[in-house]
């Protein structure tokens, strides 16, 4: 009897962001399966919850092979950090040194700029 409940919600599950992925809105949706609108905006949330969940698990698998976190950033290249933009002034395999226009100066992890382009 489980077996056939968690079969029938997922189809209804699959069914309902379908109709969300061309366009339905939430309301309609609801009348449509005769289910209330929190429970699609729960479907919803679950998926994006699941696909961000794997975008972070498929970036910390790739993470890993990395050996220099720096490559691919140059000296007077310009990055977004926490303090705004910033220009890259030195670069180690994994620290890099910023700067602004107003004279503040930065170290931070590669890692985080890589990460972040």
Known sequence: MDISLNMEREIRLKAVLLEYDKGTDIYSIAEMFNIQPQTVMTYIR???????????????????????????????DTLKTPKGKMMVAEIHPHVIRCFNSDGFETFGTAELYYMNR
């Open 46 to 76: 679950e998926r994006k919850a699941t696909s961000k969940q794997e975008e972070i698990e498929n970036t910390s698998a790739h993470k890993l092979t990395i050996k220099n976190w720096a490559e691919g950033i140059t000296v007077l």
